[in-house]
Structure formats: C-alpha cells, structure tokens
T-cell receptor, first 115, second 111 residues
C-alpha cells in the first residue's frame, strides 16, 4: 500500500500563474478530501468527493479554485490565477467510507509558495 | 461555532513522563468519530488513535490512550512514557460527515 500520493511536494510560482496540485488516493478508498493548512486558519477542508462526485465544495475560497476527480485514482486541485495569499500546505486525504467511524489517510502535502 | 476546541498553550513534558492533551467537541449527532493526529516538524499528518461515539471503552494504541468522557464531550489524548520523538503538533478531530480539526496543540518533550 503506497499510501496517498501527492505531487509536487513543493511548488513555487509567480502571482498570476496557474497551479495544479495532484493526488492519487489509496486504492479502494471511495472518499477524497482536499485540505489547506496555514498558520492563521489551521486545517481547512476545501472540498470532498465521494465516488468521484463532488459532495461539498463550500470550503473552496473563491472561483479561482477548482477541483476535479475524473476517476477513482486521480484528483487535481487547480488555482488560476494564483495569489500570494494562496501560499499554504495543501493536503489530500482519502477514506474507505463516508461514515463517522472511518478515518482519513493523508498524503505528504504540497507546500505552495506564490511570490 | 467551533466544533473542536483545543485551548492549551504549548505543552512541555519531561521525557518518560505522561502527558494529557485536552480536546472538547460540540455535536448534536449521536454517531460520530473522534480522532487524534500527530504532525511532526516534517509536516506529514500521522493518525494516532480513534474513538467511536458508541464505544464504551477508552481506545488505546500502544503508548496512546484516549480518555473519552461522552457526557462532558471531551476526548483527551494521553501519551505515556513520553519520548523525544513525540515533540510535534497534535490535532484532535471529529467526523460526523466530514472530518473537522481543532487548532492543534504543540507538545515539546524535554530530555
């Protein structure tokens, strides 16, 4: 079991550029989550998918953010255009079920810096 | 309204001693799960322990135990025999539908 795989680990980009973060969940996990972590706001849930369908995107900060899950083994989080305030660590996590008794397995995160 | 509350400032503990990290939660659901995660300075989120709302016994995982007091809505993490490698940020989280995290507590273990 390779765990949740995120890429890239680090991304430095200039303001206004498009950024795409990628995630491969654990095989067989049917729920996928994108979180953002900053010092000021802690861990925030941005969006989550169940069986590849977006269920709750209320945490997506604005229209510059979009997420897709074209199949069970791949998801992307895109920021276009990026801004310095988007600098954060972005985590992807997956879970084998939607009930309250299922935990999440997190990826290693992508540290995004927008200059 | 904040659902997970971790109000302790940075915690310090002497190596080999036990430490309790506090967590209170707020929910009107009967079914929920409580989780603790560890985040070392390297940044990854490591699952430590889980307690279901219907579990009558406190969860234990090696040196970690969860002191679950349902009526008080508290789910404190107890780390026994602290090690230097336990120095990290610790997050309490609750899952009703989605997982909601507290702000975290920084633990420093002194040699």
């Amino acid at each position: 079991d390779a765990g949740v795989i995120q890429s890239p680990r680090h991304e430095v980009t200039e303001m206004g550029q498009e950024v795409t973060l990628r995630c491969k969940p654990i095989s067989g996990h049917n729920s996928l989550f994108w979180y953002r972590q900053t010092m000021m706001r802690g861990l925030e849930l941005l969006i989550y998918f169940n069986n590849n369908v977006p269920i709750d995107d209320s945490g997506m900060p604005e229209d510059r953010f979009s997420a897709k899950m074209p199949n069970a083994s791949f998801s992307t989080l895109k920021i276009q255009p990026s801004e310095p305030r988007d600098s954060a660590v972005y985590f992807c996590a997956s879970s084998p079920g939607t009930g309250p008794y299922y935990g999440y397995t997190f990826g290693s995160g992508t540290r995004l810096t927008v200059v | 309204a904040q659902k997970i509350t971790q109000t302790q400032p940075g915690m310090f503990v002497q190596e080999k001693e036990a430490v309790t990290l506090d967590c209170t939660y707020d929910t009107s659901d009967q079914s929920y799960g409580l989780f603790w995660y560890k985040q070392p300075s390297s940044g990854e989120m490591i699952f430590l322990i889980y307690q279901g709302s219907y579990d009558e016994q406190n969860a234990t995982e090696g040196r970690y135990s969860l002191n679950f007091q349902k009526a008080r809505k508290s789910a404190n993490l107890v780390i026994s025999a602290s090690q230097l490698g336990d120095s990290a940020m610790y997050f309490c989280a609750m899952r009703e539908g989605k997982l909601t995290f507290g702000k975290g507590i920084t633990l420093s273990v002194r040699p």
